[in-house]
Structure formats: structure tokens, C-alpha cells
């Protein structure tokens, strides 16, 4: 089976820094996305791994593991605008997009 | 308009009505896709297009049915649909299959079926 693994919920304060986890389990691998959505919004890419290591894009970095089928987002100086869900997406055989349940983050004051 | 319009946004229909939703995309891609998205449950693909050929469908019920005429332009036609299809429906493209890593999503139509 394909499976997705996130945190159903985070809470972090303003300014702080914040790690969301994704572990997967897919039949074939290229890569591994990120995605937020607010909460009536259309889901908004972030970032996308497609090697090992970490990818950095401003206060947001990405990382990954292929050897622990592992990644994780990064969010750094937390502001209240980053309240939101927060998907993992496994880019799998057939180029197919497969998304995990999502995080809902809290940024509290 | 810019990036991914979908219409409408919201849409009640009863479970003999027939109707469309429609996906425009305004970023020269090539590659467009339909997503259920519930609560609690994972973003589901239902169909994918490249080229405006259809290249995936994710064994959703013939209810639904997917049209592409143009690589700009994807419609979602519902037929005798079931309390259990509400959700928001979602519209994406990418710049082609191989990039389906970086999506660009539209607003959604929030469907009530009752």
C-alpha cells in the first residue's frame, strides 16, 4: 500500500521555529513536496526535494532523507500568517502527486 | 485573470441534477488535474490530463466524467451524484506531467449534494 504519515496538529508562538514531519511508504519515489493551505484557500506549493539533503527558501527550508523515507518542513520565524495546514506530497511512479492527511499548524501570539 | 480560475465556487445539486464544473488555467501548462479534497481524508487525484489527453483516471465512479478540449480548459461533468460526493473539488496544473511536483491549484468549488 502507499501511506503518508504527518502530525494531525502543531502549535508554536510567534517567532519561534517549527518542524513538520512526514515518513511515506509508496510504490516508486522521485520526490518529495510540500504544499499550504489556509484554511478556505487553494493549496499553495512551497517547496520540492528531489534529492537528499536540505533546500532552503527564505524562512521555509525542506529536507530529505530517501534512505529513512523521511522528510521534513521547516518553518522559522513563525508569524501569524503562517497559521495553516501543511501537506507532505510524495511525487510517486507515473509522475502521480500523492498527498499526505496534513498538519494544521497554530502560531499563537 | 491569472494562475488557476475555477467556477463556480459554490454549487448545490440535487442527486438527479446534471452539472459542470469548469477549470481554466491562465499559465500556459500542459498538464491539469481534478482533486477531491474531504475532511480529515487526503487530498484524492481523480483524473490527470497531458495534452489534453487523459493519462490517468483513479478509478472514480463513471458519475463523474472529465472533459479536456484544450490544453487551457478542464470541465468535471456530475451526473446522479451521492450525499457522499460533497466535498470541494479542486483544479490543477503543472507545467508538464514530469513537474507534477510544483501544482498550481485553483480555489475550489465547494459542492453540497443533497
Known amino acids: 500500500g502507499q501511506s503518508l504519515e504527518q502530525p494531525s496538529e502543531v502549535t508554536a508562538v510567534e517567532g519561534a521555529i517549527v518542524q513538520i514531519n512526514c515518513t511515506y511508504q509508496t510504490s516508486g519515489f522521485y520526490g518529495l513536496s510540500w504544499y499550504q493551505q489556509h484554511d478556505g484557500g487553494a493549496p499553495t506549493f512551497l517547496s520540492y526535494?528531489?534529492?537528499?539533503g536540505l533546500e532552503e527558501t527564505g524562512r521555509f527550508s525542506s529536507f530529505l532523507s530517501r534512505s529513512d523515507s523521511y522528510g521534513y518542513l521547516l518553518l522559522q520565524e513563525l508569524q501569524m500568517k503562517d497559521s495553516a495546514s501543511y501537506f507532505c506530497?510524495?511525487?510517486?511512479?507515473?509522475?502521480?502527486?500523492?498527498f499526505g492527511t496534513g498538519t494544521l499548524l497554530a502560531v499563537q501570539p | 485573470e491569472t494562475g488557476v480560475t475555477q467556477t463556480p465556487r459554490h454549487l448545490v445539486m440535487g442527486m438527479t441534477n446534471k452539472k459542470s464544473l469548469k477549470c481554466e488555467q491562465h499559465?500556459?501548462?500542459?498538464?491539469m488535474y481534478w482533486y477531491k479534497q474531504s475532511a480529515k481524508k487526503p487530498l484524492e487525484l481523480m483524473f490527470v490530463y497531458s495534452l489534453e489527453e487523459r493519462v490517468e483516471n483513479n478509478s472514480v465512479p463513471s458519475r463523474f466524467s472529465p472533459e479536456c478540449p484544450n490544453s487551457s480548459h478542464l470541465f468535471l461533468h456530475l451526473h446522479t451524484l451521492q450525499p457522499e460526493d460533497s466535498a470541494l473539488y479542486l483544479c490543477?496544473?503543472?507545467?508538464?506531467?514530469?513537474?507534477?511536483?510544483?501544482?498550481?491549484f485553483g480555489p475550489g468549488t465547494r459542492l453540497t449534494v443533497t
Open positions: 490543477a496544473s503543472s507545467q508538464s506531467r514530469m513537474q507534477s511536483y510544483e501544482q498550481y
Open positions: 526535494n528531489g534529492l537528499d
Open positions: 499559465l500556459g501548462h500542459n498538464a
Open positions: 506530497a510524495v511525487r510517486g511512479a507515473t509522475n502521480k502527486l500523492i
